[in-house]
């Protein structure tokens, strides 16, 4: 019963391939939106920054507000590549890359009200890591520029 009803909700071969745009898609999305407030909420989001109990350790590893400049970059850059399916897999592994630390130095903290957008993140990860393993699905760059 239950695999009658698994194949009655499969997509079509053209469903899926919108989706894999889609999918693709949205999840560039957070990143191109995000990388641009890390330019035009700069101070705000130092002032987070400075909060968190790992402020130390960013301190140690560069000049938060140039990090904060550098990921807002990779952010906006990779994600608007992965919106297009173009180098899919370098563009996965930047945002997976830039993604860790900024959620351990903001969302690791032990006030509980970062639970939510810390499981965000983790979630996309796991988007980054699919994207990393399985490529950009339909309609996509890398596909064209294969042919």
């Excluded at 999918?23 to 957070?30: E, G, N, P």
């Excluded at 400075?50 to 350790?57: C, K, L, Q, R």
């Excluded at 990860?125 to 064209?144: E, H, I």
């Amino acid at each position: 019963m239950i695999r009658k009803i698994e194949r009655l909700l499969a997509p079509g071969s053209k469903t899926a391939a919108i989706v894999d745009l889609v999918f693709r898609v949205l999840t560039s999305l957070i990143f191109i939106i995000g990388g641009l407030g890390h330019f035009g909420q700069h101070q705000m989001m130092l002032d987070r920054m400075v909060e968190s109990p790992w402020a130390g350790t960013v301190a140690m590893i560069g000049d938060p507000s140039l990090l904060l400049w550098l990921s807002g970059i990779a952010f906006v850059a990779a994600g608007l590549t992965l919106a297009l399916g173009w180098m899919t897999r370098i563009s996965a592994l930047v945002l997976f890359v830039t993604l860790v630390p900024v959620t351990i130095a903001i969302h690791v903290v032990p006030d509980t009200s970062h639970v939510g957008p810390l499981f965000k993140n983790i979630a996309i990860l796991g988007a980054l890591l699919f994207f990393w393993a399985r490529g950009p699905g339909a309609y996509a760059l890398d596909k064209v520029i294969e042919r």
